[in-house]
């Protein structure tokens, strides 16, 4: 597969539009045919709701989960994380899980590449990985 180009949406503020935007760019994206990941960076997992799933703290596994083994050094090459969503991409799931690895993140070393190292060993099986980003 040619080299997957990797967007993010970001923005400090709330309700500007990152989900809609992040969700539409995917669903146009699969549309014409690319392989797509969307990736939900945001704890509140307005994102996940977008997709479907109402309920994304009740959900086992998901991207702070993913996130707490990279930490924790205890990262696979299995992702049960990225799931599919009817519409033609797949998806990773967000949810308060999120705000626990920011904390878990402010001892680790190369905290800034955590998320950079998860999308690496996910990203090859794409054409496109899309995610909303929550910036301070």
Do not use: W
Request: charged share 20%.
């Amino acid at each position: 597969m040619a080299k997957t180009k990797v967007i993010a949406v970001a923005n400090q503020k709330g309700g500007v539009g990152k989900s809609t935007t992040v969700f539409n760019l995917g669903a146009g994206l699969a549309a014409n045919g690319k392989k797509v990941l969307l990736v939900d960076v945001d704890p509140q997992g307005d994102l996940t709701k977008m997709l479907g799933l109402r309920k994304p703290n009740d959900l086992p596994l998901t991207l702070g989960n993913v996130m707490n083994n990279i930490v924790a050094g205890v990262s696979g090459n299995e992702h049960p994380e990225i799931m599919q969503h009817h519409e033609g991409f797949d998806f990773v799931p967000g949810n308060r899980s999120l705000s626990a690895v920011e904390v878990c993140l402010v001892t680790a070393m190369s905290r800034e590449a955590v998320l950079q190292q998860y999308v690496k060993g996910v990203k090859n099986d794409y054409d496109f990985c899309v995610q909303i980003t929550i910036t301070d």
